[in-house]
């Protein structure tokens, strides 16, 4: 139990720690850089035809959209 204690309590820290930061900082909390476009990917699912927003998306872009 002791140790659940102080796990909990690391775990407090960090999270009063990163709430500091935006306090202070006034900052969005941002995603990893690059995301899954990093990996050379052009959309996350394994849809056959892309949605409308992703359409919408690609053709703002000048992609075709097949």
């Keep these: ?3 659940f204690f102080i796990t ?4 407090l820290l ?3 720690g990163m709430a ?3 306090i202070f900082k006034r ?4 995603g990893s850089c690059g995301g899954i476009s990093a990996l050379g990917m ?3 699912c394994d ?3 892309p949605c409308a927003r992703r359409k919408a998306e690609l053709a703002k872009q000048g992609k075709t959209v097949s």
Excluded: P, S
């Excluded at 900052?27 to 941002?30: S, Y």
């Design 27 to 30: 900052r969005e909390i941002k």
């Design 47 to 49: 849809c056959d035809t």
């Design 20 to 22: 500091l930061g935006y």
């Design 8 to 11: 909990f309590g690391f775990f």
């Design 1 to 3: 139990m002791k140790i």
């Design 14 to 16: 960090v999270i009063f």
């Design 42 to 44: 052009e959309k996350v």
